[in-house]
């Protein structure tokens, strides 16, 4: 895509407004998509199963074998296939085999249901670069969890995401004490509704500089200093190589504190194909080794056809 929208830009406005920015992108590779998406909904149609993928490994093809179930479920963000309305992305995901959409806002809750998909994690009320690590937004984001949270368990949602915010001088240690002081009172609520909340690990090396949840030991502190089980870190695989690399041995060590997974190629943030540095087969059935039960969903800015550069990294992560 030749104009990429980054995450502080799409939390900060909102899909309508990413839309308006990767919507050329998407939509100047939508003439030659047109016969693999409808390929695509033509398998989904002829078996209902969120796991079905109409991709083989080898060459992306129709998979002649039927569907294909791994140990992971899948799904993919929102924003960066912004240029589709997201009924569009709802049927695309589906026909990959993947279970639903990530990163959806309160009012696009609902829509993966009508494809048979569920929103596999809700933006909460904090910002990148404005949350939990800063007293002064205690007040408003304890009170703006706790509304959100019934609200998104009677969406059949059970994530709801929410980020430390800047260090702005702020050292870690005192960072790490605020968001725990701020979580805490929310995992009563959390635990009545069977809702996880889930911190994003962040690069600040390149994308959201100064951002403070930018390690896996930092984030897995805070875990254990909040003690609950419905709050839990989004190991972003893209992110965590920019910042500690070592990534299947991070995941392995720390994965109890582990509730959700992000892919994308390094570097660049694009497709997790061979053109880029990490192994996501190996990466995939590390995840699955570990137990893990929740959602691996797929962030990246495709620089191809999006229809089969989902499709692809779907069936590179089905181990």
């Not at 939509?27 to 993928?53: I, K």
């Not at 408003?140 to 059949?156: D, K, N, T, W, Y």
């Not at 003690?227 to 060590?253: A, C, N, P, W």
Request: net charge negative; glycine share 10%.
């Amino acid at each position: 895509m030749d104009q990429p929208i980054d995450r502080r830009t799409f939390v900060g406005t909102g899909a309508a407004a990413a839309a308006t920015v990767v919507a050329s992108a998407v939509g100047a590779s939508a003439a030659g998509t047109g016969a693999v998406g409808a390929s695509a909904a033509r398998s989904a149609s002829s078996d209902g199963s969120p796991n079905a993928s109409p991709l083989n490994s080898a060459s992306g093809a129709p998979n002649a074998g039927g569907p294909r179930r791994g140990a992971l479920r899948q799904s993919v963000a929102r924003w960066c296939f912004g240029g589709w309305d997201l009924d569009t992305l709802c049927m695309h995901a589906k026909a990959c085999g993947l279970v639903g959409i990530d990163l959806l806002s309160e009012s696009e809750w609902t829509v993966p249901a009508r494809h048979g998909l569920v929103c596999t994690l809700a933006n909460g009320p904090s910002t990148i670069p404005h949350g939990f690590n800063r007293p002064e937004n205690h007040d408003r984001l304890i009170a703006e969890c706790s509304r959100m949270i019934p609200l998104v368990r009677a969406a059949g949602i059970d994530q709801l995401i929410v980020f430390s915010g800047n260090r702005a001088g702020m050292s870690d240690s005192e960072g790490l004490r605020h968001c725990a002081a701020a979580l805490t009172p929310i995992m009563p609520v959390a635990r009545e509704h069977g809702v996880t909340i889930i911190m994003e690990l962040l690069n600040s090396k390149i994308d959201h500089g100064d951002y403070m949840c930018d390690r896996t030991p930092w984030g897995a502190d805070l875990v254990q200093a909040v003690g609950s089980d419905h709050f839990k870190l989004l190991y972003d695989i893209y992110h965590m190589q920019i910042m500690e690399g070592d990534v299947i041995r991070t995941i392995r060590t720390h994965r109890d504190a582990i509730g959700h997974f992000h892919t994308a190629g390094v570097p660049g943030r694009n497709e997790i194909d061979d053109s880029q540095e990490l192994q996501y087969r190996a990466i995939a059935a590390a995840i699955a080794e570990t137990g893990f039960q929740g959602v691996v969903a797929h962030e990246f800015m495709p620089r191809r056809d999006p229809v089969q550069s989902l499709g692809e990294a779907a069936e590179r992560c089905r181990v």
